[in-house]
């Protein structure tokens, strides 16, 4: 008698259960997972991701003076590889951050006015225009317009005058050579010390008679104490982020 007094108490509830479960799967196709051309562009969107990361944001600049670092320190694999990385990635985070937050806001924004797939394509310049900023406030003008004669030399003398300095096409490589050229000034500064004090080290060895020690491994100790005691990786850290204002 009891489990028919149950079922018929909890017939009324799946029966009113299933139109708004129905209603709810409605709702999800017809939604952004039932747009299969806005799929397409998300997974597109998402095996560029990585990509993304290294050229178009601070992360190849950062990674190449921190591996610089380690070998002005000598102290081969400490920090690890990973470790380097992901403080790399930590960094760019912090530094990228702003822009981002305009790129999604602007994103979020489209994303309410697009209905059609040509809508998509038309909105999608407007997302990237904060990191267009970015790239153009961050790159060498002289990086730029060695890039824009490149684009003009390999387009039709009648295409040539449509490009331009803003294009992607030439903020994103002269951002990325700019970069590498910052990361590579600032690791020759950051060599200098530690090279200095290798010569001091190995001077000193010399008027010792101790020619048989490594002047490399009696001088990582001090390099290690010297980077310490300024603290290097604050201080370090601070010279990245703000370099970006």
Request: net charge neutral.
């Amino acid at each position: 008698m009891k489990p028919v007094l149950f079922t018929a108490l909890l017939f009324p509830a799946v029966a009113m259960a299933r139109p708004v479960a129905s209603a709810s799967l409605d709702a999800q196709s017809s939604g952004f997972a039932g747009n299969q051309l806005q799929m397409m562009g998300l997974l597109a969107l998402m095996a560029i991701i990585p990509f993304a990361i290294m050229m178009l944001t601070s992360f190849s600049k950062i990674v190449v003076v921190l591996s610089i670092l380690r070998s002005a320190l000598g102290t081969q694999q400490a920090p690890p590889t990973m470790v380097l990385t992901g403080l790399a990635a930590v960094l760019s985070a912090t530094i990228m951050a702003p822009t981002f937050e305009k790129m999604w806001n602007t994103g979020r924004e489209a994303y309410v006015e697009v209905n059609r797939g040509s809508e998509l394509l038309s909105t999608a310049g407007r997302v990237t225009e904060p990191l267009r900023d970015f790239l153009t406030r961050h790159g060498s003008p002289e990086e730029r317009a060695r890039f824009v004669d490149l684009a003009r030399e390999l387009r039709p003398p009648e295409e040539a005058g449509l490009v331009a300095e803003t294009d992607l096409a030439v903020v994103v490589p002269a951002f990325v050579l700019t970069e590498l050229k910052e990361a590579f000034i600032i690791g020759f500064l950051i060599f200098l010390p530690f090279l200095v004090l290798d010569m001091l080290i190995a001077n000193v060895l010399l008027a010792l008679g101790m020619q048989t020690l490594s002047p490399s491994q009696v001088s990582l100790p001090f390099k290690i104490l010297l980077f310490v005691a300024v603290d290097g990786w604050a201080l370090l850290s601070r010279g990245l982020i703000l370099a970006y204002r």
